[in-house]
């Protein structure tokens, strides 16, 4: 069996004015690109920076169901 040491998370994109903002959502971490492309790879990266910062030992992953949906409130 492959001893895999990746980490799932929950990545939620939304466009702000000219960027997509990409948010993790257990760890609380922001990027931001002018594509969806760009937003994930910085994503991706400011992830990666946040683990070797703070170490991977106790960082909660993302849970099997996600449910996403809009929430229109009058």
């Known amino acids: 069996m ?17 960027w997509y903002v990409a948010r ?22 400011a992830v990666e920076l946040y683990i070797e910062s703070f170490g991977a030992a106790d960082i909660p992953e993302s849970g099997e169901e996600i449910l996403l949906y809009r929430l229109k409130v009058a």
């Open 2 to 18: 492959k001893n895999d040491k990746s980490k799932r998370f929950t990545v939620v994109i939304t466009k702000e004015k000219k």
């Open 24 to 45: 993790c959502m257990e760890l609380g971490v922001t990027s931001q690109g002018k594509t969806i492309e760009g937003a994930k790879a910085n994503l991706q990266e």
